[in-house]
């Protein structure tokens, strides 16, 4: 059974002409931009008369509109010397910085796997990770739309196209469908059981609710047997990164960052058979 762990057919990006990688390559600095686009509307902080839609982009130091040859994404960043043109003030650094990102992820998943219900659904699941990542880490906030979307993607890409599924299936003799399902219940569940312990003993919440759809979500995606090692790793990163920069978290560690940097790290290593439990079924 092929799935993303013994796919091993390497796309040469030879067969794609110039026309089509430079279409290829618009089109993932466009993603790019808008997901910083969709984090900047998404954020807590930003205006209720702000939506995804309305209005059109703008400096958020003067309020001005963004001529549109500066929306191109990078060369927008580029022409403008990292200013903006109305107020002088400076562009952050993570709108070029995250188109530049999108492009290289979108150009290495394509290598890997062609134009592929693989390269559609890991761009997918790295879109939506990548907003709650900066959303939690900045704001303690993962929105529950992007969380179902995630959660969305896990039954979607596993019930119809088998591409995360893995031995548990057959560890456990259960179905395609129930590898997503135990995955969410278990990962919701886990995290709302820590967290009911910890209110009954300190009387408040340890755990925010976002964080326990996100290890649902996780779970749908890599299955229930994923999840403790996924939390182990999330959990050392976390305790790493609070050693180093102790300051920057004084309100707190934001878990969901952790989580998808632990499932990041576990797909990483499960890919490269570091686990040494994929085997090819
Ligand atoms: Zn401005």
């Not at 057919?9 to 466009?30: A, G, M, R, V, Y």
């Not at 997901?35 to 702000?50: D, G």
């Not at 820590?194 to 408040?204: E, G, H, L, M």
Request: aromatic share 22%; net charge neutral.
């Amino acid at each position: 059974m092929a799935n993303i762990y013994n796919f091993n057919h390497f796309n040469d990006l030879n067969s794609f002409n110039t026309i089509e990688l430079i279409l290829l390559s618009l089109l993932f600095l466009s993603i790019g931009s808008l997901t910083s686009l969709v984090i900047y509307r998404l954020s807590p902080h930003s205006s209720e008369k702000i939506n995804l839609f309305f209005p059109r982009s703008f400096c958020p130091n003067c309020n001005k509109s963004i001529q549109l040859i500066f929306l191109i994404p990078l060369i927008g960043y580029l022409l403008q010397k990292g200013i903006c043109r109305s107020c002088k003030s400076k562009i952050s650094i993570f709108y070029p910085v995250t188109e530049l990102i999108f492009f290289l992820m979108g150009i290495y998943l394509i290598f890997l796997y062609g134009i592929s219900e693989y390269s559609l659904f890991l761009f997918l699941i790295f879109t939506f990770f990548y907003i709650l990542f900066f959303l939690d880490l900045k704001f303690y906030f993962l929105p529950i739309s992007i969380n179902i979307l995630l959660i969305l993607s896990g039954f979607v890409s596993n019930y119809f196209f088998y591409i995360f599924i893995d031995e548990q299936l057959y560890l456990f003799n259960i179905s395609a469908l129930s590898f997503s399902l135990y995955g969410f219940i278990l990962g919701y569940m886990s995290l709302w059981v820590v967290n009911f312990i910890f209110k009954s003993i300190y009387n408040k919440d340890g755990i925010g609710g976002g964080d326990f759809i996100l290890f649902g979500a996780i779970g749908s995606i890599f299955g229930p047997v994923s999840l403790p090692l996924i939390l182990f790793l999330g959990s050392l990163l976390g305790s790493i990164s609070y050693i180093f920069y102790k300051d920057k978290f004084k309100e707190g560690l934001p878990l969901g960052s952790f989580l998808i940097l632990g499932s990041l790290f576990y797909f990483i290593f499960k890919n490269s058979e570091l686990l040494g439990f994929s085997i090819v079924i």
